[in-house]
């Protein structure tokens, strides 16, 4: 871990090792494959003569010559015919191999175009799907820090339905500068929303309103997370390793469920003055699964809120509140509302 989405040109990534989307001759053509050749220089045209080309799913590595990377994956996407001949499972290959190699070879940080989307035809959605999920099975077992690079906002689009669900949350919600009360019981969504009221003399925040109806004694759960935070003294990592024991949760799985890397956890764990980003706490919180009254709990044990005025917030909010932890899921959402995902 972790995984970022960043718009960016893949030649001008700055790490261990960048895949090339190739053709089979691995000779250069047009797209990612093309800027690729041009940047690289000749030399990379010359190494990719002797490889003998390569198959659909497969990958092959060569040296990087002029890019700012050491090494260029080369692999093979499939092209789009319909969803019948075995296209998901050739892309899959394409991430898996590429990611194996990058291993053999000691690379710690890999930027991947998003395979076969283009010229290919790969709807775009489901092209980003299979290389999240692939490239997130990857990273659960093992450490390396993973770029998708989107070259064209354009060439990126999350699922209609809920690009409009949280486009309606934040309208609902975003204030510029002042607070807006929310809608009561969200009655836009699907499932009715039951929120954590685990104390007697708890009372619901003006920005956060639910019917009274929906607040009861007997919603108090037998074993409470928000009754563990709520008069809590202790640092944000004891904290943390408390709500770790409570969910039964290993520390490695946490931070690998949280998209945040090693090194970071070594520092909250180990560095007393360390002060985590509210980015590393709500993506600690997504891992953990908590309630949006138990995030925001964890967030003031370093000092954050949610704020309606921030459209961040706003869509930590919204996932939060339907029960969406799906990580990369959100990361999708906040790439494409141009705000920062989480993890480190």
Excluded at 151 to 177: H, P, Q, W
Excluded at 264 to 288: C, G, H, Q
Excluded at 309 to 329: A, M, N, R
């Amino acid at each position: 871990m972790p995984l970022h989405i960043v718009k960016n040109d893949i030649t001008k990534i700055k790490c261990d090792a960048i895949v090339n989307a190739a053709n089979n001759t691995l000779l250069g053509g047009g797209g990612v494959d093309g800027a690729i050749h041009k940047v690289a220089g000749v030399g990379l045209l010359e190494e990719c003569k002797t490889l003998g080309g390569c198959e659909t799913g497969d990958a092959k590595i060569t040296k990087g010559y002029n890019l700012p990377c050491k090494y260029v994956i080369h692999t093979v996407g499939p092209i789009w015919q319909g969803g019948q001949k075995g296209e998901r499972e050739k892309l899959e290959s394409c991430y898996k191999k590429s990611l194996l190699i990058a291993k053999e070879r000691g690379v710690e940080t890999i930027a991947f175009p998003i395979i076969s989307s283009g010229a290919y035809g790969y709807p775009k959605q489901d092209a980003m799907s299979v290389a999240v999920d692939t490239i997130s099975r990857f990273l659960l077992l093992n450490e390396m820090t993973v770029y998708l690079v989107v070259f064209d906002k354009t060439a990126f689009k999350i699922n209609d339905r809920l690009y409009l669900g949280v486009k309606r949350f934040i309208d609902d919600n975003y204030a510029d500068g002042e607070v807006r009360p929310k809608m009561t019981a969200y009655k836009s969504f699907n499932r009715q929303i039951e929120p954590n009221f685990a104390q007697n003399d708890f009372s619901v925040s003006e920005d956060f309103c639910f019917e009274q109806s929906v607040v009861s004694k007997s919603l108090k759960p037998k074993i409470s997370l928000v009754e563990m935070l709520a008069n809590i003294d202790d640092t944000f990592a004891v904290t943390l390793l408390k709500l770790i024991d409570h969910k039964k949760m290993s520390e490695v799985k946490c931070y690998k469920m949280a998209n945040v890397s090693k090194q970071t956890w070594y520092k909250i764990m180990n560095e007393r003055d360390y002060k985590p980003s509210k980015n590393t706490v709500i993506a600690f919180a997504i891992a953990l699964k908590l309630t949006l009254e138990e995030t925001r709990r964890l967030l003031a044990t370093v000092g954050f809120t949610l704020s309606k005025s921030s459209k961040f917030d706003i869509i930590i909010e919204y996932f939060l509140t339907i029960g969406e932890y799906d990580i990369f899921k959100i990361n999708q959402t906040l790439f494409e509302f141009d705000q920062v995902c989480l993890g480190v």
